[in-house]
Nanobody
Framework: QVQLTESGGGSVQPGGSLRLSCAAS????????MSWVRQAPGKGPEWVSH????????RYADPVKGRFTISRDNAKNTLYLQMNSLKPEDTALYYC?????????RGQGTQVTVSS
């Protein structure tokens, strides 16, 4: 069965960095788009970024552009999100999902809290 397991979240001060990972199993990871999505308390899901199968095409939501970097290691079946210059408004549950804009599978998520 398809499994997506995120890790790497935590609590950081504004301006700090975190690197999220998403370990995938149960499907051919290298065959399609993967995305990061976040959901802040009391808000709906917000697309953050996606990456194509080979890793050569990436897109970012405007609020994270220039601060976050998505990448993938198809040999390790792992998706990453490097988050720099974190802001309090980045506080959310971050999860990875299979797909580009619509998703058929998603992980449970990892919590990111940015606070001084």
């Amino acid at each position: 069965q398809v499994q997506l397991t995120e890790s790497g979240g935590g609590s950081v001060q504004p301006g700090g960095s975190l690197r999220l990972s998403c370990a995938a199993s149960g499907f051919t990871f290298s065959s399609g788009y993967m995305s990061w999505v976040r959901q802040a308390p009391g808000k709906g899901p917000e697309w953050v970024s996606h990456i194509n199968a080979g890793g050569g095409i990436t897109r970012y939501a405007d609020p994270v552009k220039g601060r976050f970097t998505i990448s993938r290691d198809n040999a390790k079946n792992t998706l990453y999100l490097q988050m720099n210059s974190l802001k309090p408004e980045d506080t959310a549950l971050y999860y990875c999902a299979r797909g580009m804009r619509s998703y058929d599978y998603r992980g449970q998520g990892t919590q990111v809290t940015v606070s001084s």
